[in-house]
C-alpha cells in the first residue's frame, strides 16, 4: 500500500538527549504492556542512545551520508539518528524501533508514551523532507501467517498515519511482513520458545531513502 503526505512539519524538540528503556514485567513477554519511561540508561532492552556523530565540524563527511542541510542541522541530525540507533546500509538510512514499544500487545494504535521517540524521528525526517520513507511492520511467529502480515500492515500505516498527522513531509510507503523476515530465532535450537528472540522481531522499520 503506499499512501503520500505532502503537509509541512513545524516540530521543536528539546536539543538534549534522554534515555528511554523498555521494560517487561515478569509474567510472559506477550502479555505484559511495555513501558517507555524517561530513566536513566541501563541494561534494558531498548535503550535510546547518547548521540555519537562522529562529523563534528563543518566541511567532514557526515556519518549517515546527509545531504542538502547546513552543518548545525546536519549535526543535530546525526545526534538523534545515533540516538535511535539507526544504522547506514547503501544508500539508506535504516531505524528499527520494537513494536512493543510502539503498541500494546496484539494492537495497531500507537501507545502515548511512543510519542516522543517518534517525534525525534519527526525531527530527523523535517530535516530531509524530500526523502521517501519505506515504513516495514514485522511480527514474531506465534500465530496465524495471514493474521501476522495483516497485524504488521496495520502497525505499518498507523504509525505512517501518526507521523502524517504530525504534519511529516515526507513521501511514505507501508509495507507488512509479517514474520517472513526474522532478525532473530523465534525458538530455540532445542525447539523451546524464544522469548527474547521473538521481541526482536516485533519491530517496525524505517527505510529512510525509500526501499533498498
Not at 123 to 141: Q, R
Not at 186 to 194: E, M, V
Amino acid at each position: 500500500m503506499k499512501r503520500c503526505a505532502t503537509a509541512a512539519l513545524a516540530l521543536v524538540l528539546p536539543s538534549f538527549a534522554h534515555a528511554y528503556t523498555l521494560t517487561v514485567g515478569a509474567g510472559p513477554m506477550d502479555d505484559q504492556p511495555s513501558r517507555f519511561a524517561e530513566i536513566d540508561i541501563g541494561g534494558s532492552r531498548f535503550t535510546e542512545q547518547q548521540g555519537t556523530s562522529t562529523a563534528k565540524a563543518a566541511g567532514e563527511t557526515s556519518t549517515f551520508g546527509l545531504k542538502d542541510m547546513d552543518s548545525d542541522t546536519r549535526l543535530r541530525t546525526e545526534d538523534t539518528l545515533s540516538q535511535l540507533g539507526a544504522r547506514k546500509e547503501g544508500d539508506h538510512i535504516i531505524v528499527s524501533l520494537p513494536g512493543d514499544v510502539l503498541f500494546d500487545f496484539d494492537k495497531s494504535d500507537i501507545r502515548a508514551d511512543a510519542r516522543p521517540v517518534l517525534s525525534k524521528l519527526a525531527s530527523v525526517l523535517e530535516a530531509m523532507p524530500k526523502v521517501s520513507v519505506a515504513i516495514i511492520g514485522h511480527t514474531d511467529s506465534k500465530g496465524a501467517d495471514d493474521y501476522n502480515q495483516r497485524l504488521s500492515q496495520d502497525r505499518a500505516e498507523s504509525v505512517e498515519v501518526w507521523l502524517t498527522d504530525l504534519g511529516v513531509a515526507s513521501s511514505f510507503t507501508t509495507e507488512g511482513k509479517g514474520e517472513s523476515s526474522p532478525v532473530a530465532p523465534n525458538a530455540l535450537a532445542a525447539g523451546s520458545d524464544n522469548p527474547e528472540g521473538r521481541q526482536k522481531n516485533r519491530r517496525v522499520e524505517f527505510i529512510i531513502g525509500g526501499n533498498p
